[in-house]
């Protein structure tokens, strides 16, 4: 079955840390993504990669990077958090295609104070 | 720019009851259209997929047809379970962005 493993559950940062989030897949998929989720806002795309070594931005990627070395590992970089970074976090993955399902992982809930 | 909306939540229903969620969009090409369900403490999954006009994806009692004229894919179940309770998401994906794009979300909850 496809697996996505977010690597913390839930995180407590303090302003102005360097944030990695770590999320890898165990299904050979191409695309990767990373999405915040808010209330009242659904989920909103920060980058998202085709490939390896790819990545393209989405809709808010400011205050966001990304790194991906490897096909299974995509990693989310918050280069000097801050409290409005606090939110939930959920990586997926997708075969390719625009048509391809996306697979979720459980979600990170990161708290910046 | 593609977009959907969701109607307000959350729901309330009792067991049993009729569930409808309406879902509508803009787009600009031809959509694929998807509804993700997020249970409690869980990620988003898949529940049902309609890649063109009139199909109907179907899935645990769910269905929701593609309707071009309207631009909705309204989610219906005819009789809810308590095991239902979660949020539902209503998503396009295009081939001109390549990108999935959701809706905000409703919650069901169905009380017994």
């Known amino acids: 079955d496809v697996k996505v493993t977010q690597s913390s559950r839930y995180l407590v940062k303090r302003t102005g840390e360097k944030v990695f989030l770590e999320c890898v897949q165990d299904m050979d998929h191409e695309n990767m993504f990373w999405y915040r989720q808010d209330p009242g806002l659904g989920l909103r795309l920060i980058y998202f990669s085709y490939d390896v070594k790819m990545k393209e931005k989405g809709d808010i990627p400011e205050g966001y990077s990304v790194s991906r070395e490897k096909k299974e590992r995509f990693s989310l970089i918050l280069e000097s958090a801050s409290t409005n970074q606090t939110s939930m976090y959920l990586c997926a993955s997708s075969l390719n295609g625009f048509n391809s399902p996306l697979h979720f992982g459980n979600g990170t809930r990161l708290t910046v104070t | 720019g593609d977009s959907v909306t969701q109607m307000e939540g959350p729901v309330t229903l009792s067991e049993e009851a009729f569930l409808t969620i309406n879902c509508t969009y803009t787009a600009t090409g031809y959509p694929s259209l998807f509804w993700y369900v997020q249970y409690p403490g869980e990620g988003l999954q898949l529940l049902l997929k309609?890649?063109?006009?009139?199909d109907k994806g179907s899935n645990k009692g769910f269905e929701a047809t593609y309707r071009k004229e309207t631009t909705s894919f309204h989610l219906e179940k005819g009789s809810v379970q308590v095991s239902d309770s979660a949020v539902y998401f209503c998503a396009l994906a295009t081939s001109n962005t390549g990108k999935l794009i959701f809706g905000q979300g409703t919650t069901l909850q169905v009380k017994p």
């Open positions: 309609a890649t063109k006009a009139d």
